[in-house]
């Protein structure tokens, strides 16, 4: 049992791993994305591993199913992002490592320091690790500022991209027909092509 | 060791005969539909192929299984191919956690009518898994279910299919939300996320009662879910073709269609497991313990299980027909209204819901008590809402903006 759970994992990790360095070589925004989405899933699975059911669901339920679709749409409408040349990635490669390897320094170098790698016994079957109602009731109680504050966080970005995005047309008195918006575009370009 | 093997037997068992299963349902859902379609719309409908038109979804499939399978050149390939299995898997997954039964194979049919919590040594071949989180797995299942859509629109490298995609993924992440917040309020009264602990919360009382606003919006937001008429803007033929499906052929369209079918099932029977009792329906337990006492308690759990079916197939067949007669009822929604009632109406009122729900149960403890009084206030909310939103215009002509009317060149009288 234990070395089926050994090859699992090796083989989640490879996906994790692999998929991950997909996301960054290929040239193609859209599988990028696709192949990110094969990443926050084999995250997904490895939580399932690790017998934390509602974090692995929580993964699929956010990353997967929310957080990647805007993505994709985003991807989708942002004009020729899909067809453009893709070395715009690597130009600073450089700076990309030097901060990977920052946070890496920060993050996770103290956490693999300090830990005490002696495996203790498992927890009893009865003690859920990270349970519905465990998660809730930490949400709720401890950690309850942290959690009001992400909100508050959260609901502040979604009203700044709101503003940055309608602030040309807020400024407008009327709607404007589709042919009417392409037009005024084109005279914008115009405009700025003279200046 | 030869335990997990004749569980894991068990289980690829049930998980073909489920499959199975499920592809014939979807099978003969269409012809269900379209039988009663035409039947709504004074026509004949499919009924030459066999008794009564019941060879047609057989004759369907033989012809989508021999057309040409065709690949247009300028699609990303690896993509385009991936995308029919992305709208299909999503579909038949959300099928492991829905109990559409109850047969206990230990051959004590009480264990279906005890509570879970205390008594855990039921083993019911009518539900794949029995997981804590069964209803958090179904919203995370449906949200996957965008990406074939959204991919095959892309992929497809046509217009019309890139609109479809886009407008089912708007469509589908605006529904979502209104979606999983009534399916919460349902969570909150029964306590668990668990489905079967779900239907065992309905023994005394269907959820529909005191969720009545919640089931509402979960069948509306749940048609939207499935982008079908009257929300089937994804594939409005006279704009887009058919939408994201444009460019697909022979079985991969049916994919398509297999999956939007396979969905329509299964959201119904998420319906009946959270608002409607699931497999459940008074007398059951009476027939459970006559059949023991005549024949033993397997044959006893045995007559439980195929009438617990039964009465489930019952349940979800209402909710198809229902869903049929909306089709045949209702125009298709304008897109920007679409858009319009999904942020403005069913979720400020799924959110209502949800805070009304959580202050009723806290305030009156008592099962029977808050129950009523979630489902009178849920006629006033609707009574309300209705009211209002007949009022209110969904144009925006209260202030300075206006809508500009497009100058029609007009016609000499003659």
Request: glycine residues 6%; contains cysteine.
């Amino acid at each position: 049992m234990e070395l089926l759970i050994q090859i699992i994992f090796v083989l989640i990790s490879t996906l994790i791993l692999g998929a991950a360095v997909m996301v960054v070589r290929t040239r193609n925004v859209i599988h990028s994305a696709l192949w990110l989405i094969a990443s926050f899933f084999g995250i997904g699975a490895l939580y399932l591993l690790l017998e934390a059911e509602f974090l692995a669901i929580a993964q699929v339920l956010i990353y997967v199913g929310a957080i990647s679709v805007l993505i994709l749409f985003a991807i989708m409408l942002t004009h020729n992002v899909t067809s453009g040349e893709g070395h715009k990635f690597y130009q600073r490669w450089w700076l990309a490592l030097l901060v990977s390897l920052m946070l890496f320094a920060v993050i996770l170098v103290p956490t693999l320091v300090g830990q005490d790698w002696t495996i203790t016994a498992r927890p009893s079957e009865e003690s859920a690790i990270a349970g519905a109602v465990e998660m809730g009731t930490a949400f709720m109680r401890e950690y309850l500022l942290p959690f009001e504050i992400a909100a508050v966080l959260l609901l502040v970005a979604l009203t700044g991209a709101i503003v940055i995005a309608y602030e040309e047309r807020a400024q407008r008195r009327r709607i404007l027909t589709l042919a009417q918006e392409l037009a005024l575009r084109k005279q914008q370009q115009q405009n700025h092509a003279e200046e | 060791m030869d335990d997990i093997v004749v569980q894991v037997l068990i289980m690829l068992v049930q998980v073909v005969v489920l499959v199975l299963a499920i592809s014939t349902g979807f099978a003969y859902l269409t012809l269900f539909e379209r039988r009663l379609l035409a039947r709504m719309q004074n026509r004949v409908g499919p009924n030459r192929a066999g008794p009564g038109g019941f060879l047609q979804p057989a004759a369907d499939a033989v012809k989508l299984f021999f057309k040409e399978d065709v690949i247009p050149t300028l699609v990303d390939r690896g993509v385009y191919l991936l995308a029919p299995a992305l709208a299909v898997i999503p579909a038949l997954l959300i099928w492991a956690v829905i109990p559409f039964g109850c047969l206990n194979i230990a051959g004590d049919y009480q264990a279906c009518f005890a509570d879970p919590a205390t008594n855990p040594n039921l083993h019911n071949i009518f539900q794949l898994a029995d997981i804590d989180i069964g209803v958090l797995y179904l919203l995370a299942i449906t949200s996957i279910g965008v990406y074939g859509i959204t991919l095959a629109g892309w992929a497809s490298n046509s217009k019309y299919a890139m609109l479809g995609g886009i407008r089912a993924s708007a469509q589908l992440i605006s529904y979502e939300l209104a979606l999983s917040s009534a399916v919460l309020a349902a969570v909150m009264m029964a306590g668990t996320l668990s489905t079967h602990e779900v239907i065992y919360q309905q023994m005394t009382m269907w959820f529909v009662i005191p969720q009545l606003l919640g089931f509402v919006l979960f069948l509306i937001s749940g048609t939207a879910e499935l982008v079908r008429a009257p929300f089937d803007l994804v594939e409005a033929e006279q704009e887009l073709t058919s939408g994201y499906n444009a460019e697909y052929g022979s079985m991969k369209f049916a994919l398509f269609f297999m999956s939007e079918y396979i969905k329509m099932i299964a959201i119904s029977a998420i319906a009946v497991t959270l608002y409607l009792g699931g497999w459940n329906a008074p007398g059951l337990e009476l027939l459970g313990s006559l059949m023991t006492g005549m024949a033993g308690p397997l044959v006893g759990s045995i007559a439980v299980g195929l009438a617990s079916f039964l009465v489930f197939l019952v349940k979800v067949v209402l909710i198809l027909f229902l869903f049929v007669w909306m089709r045949a009822s209702w125009p298709r929604v304008r897109y920007d209204k679409l858009m319009y009632m999904g942020w403005k109406w069913l979720l400020p009122l799924a959110l209502l819901n949800v805070a009304m729900t959580a202050v009723f149960v806290v305030v009156l403890p008592d099962a029977l008590i808050h129950s009523v009084a979630l489902f009178v206030a849920s006629l006033v909310v609707m009574a309300v809402a209705y009211v209002v939103s007949s009022r209110v215009k969904p144009a925006p002509s209260r202030s300075r903006i206006k809508m500009v009317q497009p100058e029609v060149p007009r016609r000499p009288s003659s």
